[in-house]
């Protein structure tokens, strides 16, 4: 089944800088990777998607960007604010048989003022 | 429209007592899906249903069962709970496992389980 890698699990930067999340997945069938943020005790909520046919989506100041020969794709926050700050989760599914949800295990960004 | 609900939000058991987690859905989606989420680990599959009255395994199944007799609820079955089974429960669905690519999931606002 699919593996998906997650990198790094902690993440700390200044209110205003950059943050990049990675993540890697096994499965050369996946084809759809959501991101996901989720804030302490609430549920997580979609942020931004790709499909494997675009290489790059944005969405005012997330991005992210897939990478299929190396089967990888990112997560670019730009200007970050003290509300970035949170736990953010790729996945990746194919769109055959199971086509449920990988996770990856999660990257706690903290943004600071 | 009320997206996906779960009921209770919160629960205690006793080792060995069976619960049903409820799991709803308004948006008469097809695909709908039950993940726990433990520390450090992310959110981790448990049971799948692709439409009324088929499901599937994930990757933790053991200890659960799931129906899906109507399309709008998939409840989730503990039969004899367990300390491992301590863990936030979510239940997520999607719009229409014939769509000819994956459909964003919306998730519920989660069951926190603690089993004594």
């Known amino acids: 089944g699919e593996n998906v890698e997650q990198h790094p699990s902690t993440l700390s930067v200044q209110e205003g800088d950059s943050a990049v999340i990675k993540c890697t997945y096994s499965d050369s069938a996946s084809n759809y990777f959501p991101w996901y943020k989720q804030e302490l005790g609430k549920r997580p909520q979609l942020i931004i998607d790709i499909r494997s046919n675009v290489g790059e989506k944005k969405d005012q100041r997330i991005a992210v960007t897939l990478n299929k020969t190396a089967k990888h794709f990112s997560l670019h926050i730009t200007e970050t604010q003290p509300e970035d700050s949170a736990v953010y989760f790729c996945a990746a599914s194919r769109d055959t048989g199971r086509r449920a949800l990988t996770f990856g295990s999660g990257t706690r960004l903290q943004v600071q003022p | 429209n009320a997206g996906v609900t779960q009921t209770p939000k919160f629960q205690v058991l006793k080792t060995g007592q069976s619960m049903t987690l409820q799991c709803a859905q308004d948006m008469n989606h097809e695909y709908m899906s039950w993940y726990r989420q433990d520390p450090g680990m992310g959110l981790r599959l448990i049971h799948y249903?692709?439409?009324?009255?088929?499901?599937d395994q994930g990757e933790v199944p053991n200890g659960y069962n799931v129906s899906r007799s109507t399309t709008e609820d998939f409840p989730l079955r503990l039969l004899s709970a367990a300390p491992s089974q301590t863990s936030v429960y979510f239940c997520?669905?999607?719009?229409?496992?014939?769509?000819?690519?994956?459909?964003?999931?919306?998730f519920g606002d989660g069951t926190r389980l603690s089993i004594l």
């Open positions: 997520a669905s999607s719009r229409d496992r014939l769509a000819l690519s994956n459909q964003p999931q919306h």
């Open positions: 249903s692709v439409g009324a009255g088929i499901t």
